[in-house]
């Protein structure tokens, strides 16, 4: 099934095919965003020369595991639904961070047929991004860290242009955020050059020990209260990762230590 779509002036052509989706910028508009970015790294010219060819995001190796993830969700909570594709597929009320970013790749949850709680999934100059929003209704359930873990299970089975992912990064732009990665996902802040404002700041502003870097994290943002200013996150999709991603996720859905019901997401 082919679509075309209109946004700001600008036609992008989307070729649809089951789980496959492919979205291709016309030439007409390709020599439009050419003239746009002057400074880009040589390590992300590849990934910007096949963003203005077209992006392919294929998904089709994830349903299956997508299916038994929402049975186990659907466990603790029969009306949640996690569902994934384009942002321009997805149907109902969509709370996302990025409205505009029409070309992202999106995990969704779903209840009462909206999209209540997202992970985009979006390709810029430094690889690819997460970013997440859920409605305010119903924040505090746990469903953004829900969705980053059903992400990191899924995402090394995701292709982009016929490659497997093996690379995300994330950017905290508050303190919870930054020690949610930190603490359920054992990550670390980046050393690239994107996350120079926290290693600058922690090199040269910091005073206390650099081994407790979440004093060091806490510290930057009472310094850079503005959201402007996030901590980056690499996230590199290792079996380690994933392996923790499901525990974390099992937690979440009371499938292992059900006692536990603090640590569970709660049903809307």
């Known amino acids: 099934m082919n679509q075309l779509f ?4 600008m ?9 496959y989706i492919y979205m291709k910028i016309t030439k007409s508009i390709r020599k439009i965003i050419k003239k746009k970015p002057k400074k880009r790294t040589k390590k992300n010219k590849k990934i910007y020369k ?15 595991l997508l299916n038994n993830l929402n049975m186990s969700l659907q466990e603790k909570c029969v009306n949640l639904e996690i569902r994934i594709g384009m942002m321009t597929e997805m149907t109902g009320q969509l709370h996302v961070y990025s409205p505009k970013s029409k070309k992202s790749l999106v995990v969704c949850l779903y209840y009462n047929n909206d999209c209540i709680s997202s ?5 810029n100059d430094d690889g690819i991004e ?11 359930k746990k469903y953004n860290t829900l969705l980053r873990c ?21 950017s905290a732009t508050n ?4 020690h949610l990665l930190m603490k359920s996902f054992n990550l670390m802040p980046s050393s690239r050059d994107y996350n120079s404002e926290f290693t600058y700041f922690m090199d040269n502003k910091y005073k206390g020990d650099k081994e407790n870097i979440n004093d060091v994290v806490n510290k930057f943002y009472e310094a850079h209260p503005r959201k402007d200013i996030p901590i980056l996150f690499d996230i590199f999709l290792t079996d380690e990762l994933i392996d923790k991603s499901l525990e974390n996720f099992k937690l979440l859905t009371g499938e292992i230590n059900e006692s536990n019901i603090s640590s569970q997401i709660k049903c809307p």
Do not use: C, W
């Open 130 to 140: 997460i970013r997440s929003f859920t409605d305010e209704m119903y924040s505090g």
């Open 11 to 19: 036609y992008y052509f989307i070729e649809r095919n089951s789980n």
């Open 50 to 64: 096949k963003y203005l060819g077209g992006s392919a995001f294929d998904i089709s190796d994830a349903i299956d």
């Open 175 to 178: 303190p919870i955020s930054a």
């Open 150 to 170: 059903v992400l990191l299970i899924l995402a090394n089975k995701i292709k982009l242009n016929g490659e497997p992912i093996n690379m995300l990064y994330s």
């Open 119 to 123: 992970i985009q999934l979006v390709i």
């Open 6 to 9: 209109h946004q700001k002036h």
